[in-house]
């Protein structure tokens, strides 16, 4: 049988992670998996049950609340991409809102959510032939990933990705909030105690500031083409 990796992709907020990885999966044919949507839709979750308060205090709430979510992905024919799906409703577009925005990383922090979380994307790996984006999938996730990629972008340049992807889906935004939103969150992904964002020792770094997706996709082949051929 062919050989198949595992591909993980980790990096910023923005900087284009899951384009990236849409792309390297449906040139592979491979299964692509968005762990932040994850982390979004327990977000989302909680919201709704009134558990994310100013000071973040019930996180035993939040532990109990953890056990009645189940999250999915479900591929949708007309926009040709998977869709997340947080105990059987369809929250794609409310867990991309500034809501959900403004409150994930403070999420994501707790270790309970992060445990169950990361438990759950480890089994949708079992099978290689992935590629999984996030913050914490070269080092925790798939410390054996085949392949470990770390992106980043300006800051500039990612929040104008972000307003215009907002834009696009009809939200309201800020340039200037939207670029606050991805400075603080930077700062609270890279500080967590557990599984904080960093460049896993193994992984390439990508900054495509100044990069187009194929100059990407480009760059990319080149390397999994070795690692397809290593033995
Ligand atoms: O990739 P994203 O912006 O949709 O991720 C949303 C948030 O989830 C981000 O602020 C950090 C968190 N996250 C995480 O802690 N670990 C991951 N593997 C993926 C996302």
Do not use: C
Request: proline share 1%; aromatic share 6%; glycine share 6%.
């Amino acid at each position: 049988m062919d050989k198949r990796l595992t591909i993980a992709i980790d990096g910023y907020s923005s900087s284009g992670k899951s384009t990236f990885a849409k792309e390297i999966a449906k040139e592979l044919g491979y299964i692509y998996i968005d762990s932040g949507a994850m982390y979004r839709a327990a977000t989302l979750y909680f919201i709704r049950k009134g558990l994310v308060t100013r000071d973040m205090a019930d996180i035993q709430g939040i532990a109990d609340a953890m056990k009645e979510i189940s999250i999915e992905f479900a591929y949708n024919q007309d926009s040709g991409e998977y869709e997340t799906y947080l105990n059987s409703e369809n929250v794609e577009k409310e867990i991309r809102g500034p809501d959900v925005s403004a409150h994930v990383s403070a999420i994501s922090k707790i270790s309970e959510v992060r445990t169950q979380l990361v438990e759950l994307q480890k089994q949708t790996g079992t099978d290689r032939g992935i590629v999984m984006d996030g913050r914490d999938i070269g080092t925790t996730v798939f410390p054996d990933a085949d392949l470990k990629i770390f992106m980043t972008a300006s800051a500039d340049i990612r929040a104008k990705r972000r307003y215009d992807e907002l834009k696009s889906k009809g939200f309201d935004a800020s340039l200037e909030e939207i670029r606050n939103n991805i400075i603080a969150r930077d700062i609270t992904d890279e500080n967590r105690d557990i599984s904080p964002l960093r460049r896993a020792d193994d992984a390439v770094v990508l900054d495509n500031s100044r990069m187009t997706i194929a100059g990407q996709m480009e760059w990319v082949r080149k390397l999994i083409e070795e690692k397809l051929n290593d033995s």
